[in-house]
RNA sequence: GCGCCCAUAGUUCAGUGGAUAGAACACUAGCCUUCUAAGCUGGAUACGUAGGUCCGAUUCCUACUGGGCGCACCA
């Protein structure tokens, strides 16, 4: 346990051994507006039943009964109803202080989740589609959640699952089969062209007699893997798993197992049939379909008159394999809200079958442009290349603006990782029930509440360390010569750390880790300028230098549960 | 029609059943011979409407208004 989750524990013990009751939870305190109060609090509302007396009464009866035999605390003091705690400001800051060197990059985890098997999926791109920022806030959303559910003691495995057979594969295809010649020049990156290809097919669609004739036929012949449809799907599958292998490489998200459509689509048909003789799926104008009226699901049509597949034939067996090859105990879907009732009747149809692990869409709301819907089939849709081609050039500028000095490879190394950073941070700084109205020019801006500022604040203290030429910091040090006041203010903060985590996993919320790393950031930076360190007397520098030393290391943590990398200098 | 989500400052977002509702952007006035000005300091403006629960509601509940999304062969 942290010191400040046991100082807090210490309290609620203390205080509900004074009432003769469990009334008091660690968690009941919390911090008061301004740190003059105090630094934890407790409103005591909640004792007047306790006491039979009023909050104010309550409070004042309540710090007389304590009477300062609690460890940490220093001193107490009651305004109106509430009783406020004042930390002992040395013993935390040793506390904390001596907690961080000691951890490192494991501050702040814990083991909540105590090693339970939880599969989470994400990204889930469409071959012969395009990956535009849509998907960027779905993989950011995984990859952090993912982090996060790590830090908090789960073994998670990451893995997605790729659309590379629905009717959209078959477009594409059409379209470039009967249109090859104009798809053969310049053709840069294949896998970014097919979301060209597939954008324009939807425009011929509209315009075509014979274009959903066409379409249809080529998804049987690709169903039924024969032919040149077959033969070219083949090809051009491996186009867009190549780029997106690429991209993840880029954002350094690493899946456990990639999952294809294609590969669940035989079972899933003969899972379907089973369903079908068990009367869990039944036939309705000549399609298969779940009827869920009476659950007020609505109906679920799971295979089209014409016998081709839609999506449940292929997720029903990923997700039996998932239960069994697998062996988990929590299966987590990272998918777009607007899919919400669609993996309603998939669950429920899954536990139809028998299958009692937990099953858990995590939904978080689409990102649309200033001008509207985002849309891949008009192609009104901000690509993730096109944003982080950008997001590079704008860094690239900005970096080369400050660096006069720096090389083409040091500007550019730094240049990526800021890109990479404020794509990241853009997409999780809002809360997943936000729809996110993408303003490419607000996200060029490195100012404010962005990844840059996060990352800055890093790079400046490091520089500290480096001009100090005082190799390893430790954490020996007196800590008594940390006595400005925003050097507890900082103290305190990190040591909020870990409960910041444990919140962000119980609520899948990345962005409670990024409210929480501005927020030390501009206390570092606040401190930057108020304080200076170099400068100090011997002893004071080296309690300040390890100091700024857990600063960074909490920021490095967080920044990490984002995926965000940070930088020596910038 | 049924269901889900959202509504807080000019804008984009935080936040809490309780102590003065916070940031950022934009606007504006300052600060680079203290360690990186991608920074810091100062300055105005806000809880959609109406009820209910409660000692106390911006927060919970209900209705309404406004916006978004989803509801049979797209994923």
């Known amino acids: 346990m942290y010191a400040l989750e046991k100082i807090k524990e210490n309290i609620a013990e203390k205080i509900n051994k004074a009432l003769g009751e469990e009334i008091i939870k660690a968690s009941s305190l919390v911090c008061p507006p301004n740190s003059e109060m105090g630094d934890l609090s407790l409103a005591c509302f909640q004792l007047v039943k306790a006491t039979k007396k009023n909050p104010g009464e309550s409070a004042s009866w309540l710090m007389e009964k304590l009477s300062l035999e609690i460890p940490a605390v220093k001193s107490m003091k009651v305004i ?30 814990n083991k909540e989740g105590k090693g ?233 149809l899954l536990q139809q079958m028998g299958y009692k692990q937990e099953m858990v869409h995590l939904d978080y709301e689409f990102v649309k442009l200033p001008e509207g819907m985002m849309s891949s089939r008009s192609g009104n849709v901000i690509t993730y290349k096109e944003l982080k081609e950008k997001m590079f050039a704008q860094s690239k500028i900005e970096t080369a603006k400050r660096h006069e000095d720096w090389s083409e490879k040091k500007i550019v190394e730094a240049a990526e990782k800021i890109s990479l950073g404020a794509m990241k941070f853009e997409m999780l700084k809002v809360g997943s029930d936000n729809v996110i109205t993408f303003d490419i020019a607000k996200a060029l801006s490195f100012e404010g509440y962005t990844a840059a500022y996060l990352q800055y604040t890093y790079a400046r203290i490091q520089s500290i360390f480096k001009k100090s030429k005082i190799k390893n910091q430790k954490s020996k040090i007196n800590v008594k010569n940390l ?55 011997e002893e004071i520098k080296k309690a300040r230098l390890a100091m700024l030393s857990t600063a960074c290391q909490v920021m490095k943590n967080g920044l990490g549960l984002l995926g965000i990398e940070v930088l020596e200098e910038m």
């Open 116 to 348: 339970e098997k939880v599969m989470i999926e994400y990204s889930n791109g469409n071959t012969h589609k395009e990956y535009h920022i849509g998907h960027l806030r779905n993989i950011c959303f995984g990859e952090a959640t993912k982090e996060i559910l790590s830090a908090n003691g789960y073994d998670v495995i990451p893995v997605s699952y790729i659309n590379d057979f629905g009717i959209h594969v078959a477009k594409t295809l059409w379209n470039y089969l009967t249109n090859k010649k104009e798809w053969e020049e310049g053709r840069e990156d294949k896998g970014y062209l097919l979301g060209k290809i597939y954008v324009d097919a939807n425009r011929r669609e509209k315009e075509e007699e014979t274009a959903k004739q066409m379409i249809q036929l080529t998804m049987k012949k690709i169903e039924a893997r024969e032919g040149e449809e077959y033969k070219l799907w083949k090809e051009t599958r491996k186009w867009s798993i190549d780029y997106f292998d690429k991209i993840y490489k880029e954002l350094g998200v690493k899946f456990k197992k990639i999952f294809y459509e294609s590969e669940f689509i035989d079972e899933g048909k003969k899972v379907v049939a089973k369903l079908l003789e068990e009367g869990i799926l039944k036939k309705s104008e000549g399609a298969v379909i779940a009827d869920l009226e009476e659950k007020k699901l609505g109906i679920l049509v799971v295979e089209r008159s014409d016998g081709t597949a839609l999506y449940p034939v292929a997720d029903i067996p990923l997700a039996i394999e998932k239960f069994k090859k697998y062996n988990i105990k929590k299966s987590i879907y990272v998918v777009d809200v607007r899919q919400g009732l669609y993996f309603q009747q998939l669950f429920f």
């Open 483 to 537: 006595s400005e006041e925003k050097e507890s203010g900082l103290i305190f903060k990190m040591a909020k750390y870990p409960e910041t985590v444990r919140k962000a996993g119980e609520n899948y919320d990345p962005a409670e880790i990024a409210r929480y790393l501005f927020e030390l950031a501009q206390m570092i930076n606040d401190y930057y300028h108020a304080v200076p360190v170099l400068k100090a007397e």
């Open 80 to 109: 109106g109803p509430y009783l406020n705690f004042i930390i002992d400001k040395d013993f935390l800051a040793e506390e904390v202080i001596e907690e961080i060197f000691k951890t490192k990059e494991k501050y702040g985890q």
